[in-house]
């Protein structure tokens, strides 16, 4: 059965991690140059890729005894947090080779394209497959990591510049990592007390 309130967690957690990532400079910059519907179905399928991947090694993790489980995504989300809060912004635009024609295949496939090698083993993939072992529900967590990877780029697609120049990049990063921070101490203590 489909959980509410995971897939709310998973959603809140995979989007503030993936706001200040890549992706939505990506999105961004390819949504200037293409049809923005276009973009947005490569970029859709290409994170479905990497959900799946991640959930598929979550639940691997699933079969260790909970303690270990514990411990190791406890580790995990600690050191995604201390990423995020040691990461320095990158300082330029992704480099995107300009499709020939605009046909939908053509710019999809540059969105897939590029999503999908850069997001390889990136920060949110490895936190999806934490987020699965943790919580044994890989149908919940993939609902959940999906739709914010989705709504990252579409907001990176259609409006990232708006919202990079309201709301202090350093502020959102800041909330991932405390969010992960205390995902990850209270992964260790159930590790600990188990």
Do not use: C
Request: aromatic residues 8%; positive net charge.
């Amino acid at each position: 059965m489909i959980s509410f309130s995971v897939m709310a967690l998973v959603f809140g957690v995979i989007f503030l991690a993936e706001l200040p990532d890549k992706t939505a400079l990506a999105g961004l910059v390819l949504g200037a140059r293409y049809r923005a519907s276009y973009v947005f179905a490569g970029v859709a399928a290409a994170f479905a890729v990497h959900v799946a991947l991640a959930v598929a090694a979550g639940s691997v993790l699933t079969l260790l005894p909970d303690r270990v489980v514990h411990a190791v995504t406890g580790g995990l989300f600690l050191a995604g947090a201390a990423v995020l809060l040691l990461h320095k912004g990158e300082g330029g635009e992704e480099e995107v080779r300009k499709p020939r024609d605009q046909s939908f295949w053509r710019v999809s496939g540059a969105g897939f394209g590029l999503i999908l090698v850069a997001e390889f083993g990136d920060l949110t993939q490895i936190m999806t497959a934490n987020l699965a072992a943790r919580y044994g529900d890989p149908v919940s967590v993939a609902i959940g990591a999906a739709l914010a990877l989705w709504a990252v780029a579409g907001i990176g697609i259609l409006g990232g510049r708006a919202l990079m120049q309201r709301v202090p990049m350093r502020l959102i990063t800041k909330v991932a990592a405390l969010v992960m921070a205390a995902l990850g101490l209270w992964s260790v203590y159930e590790a600990v007390v188990a």
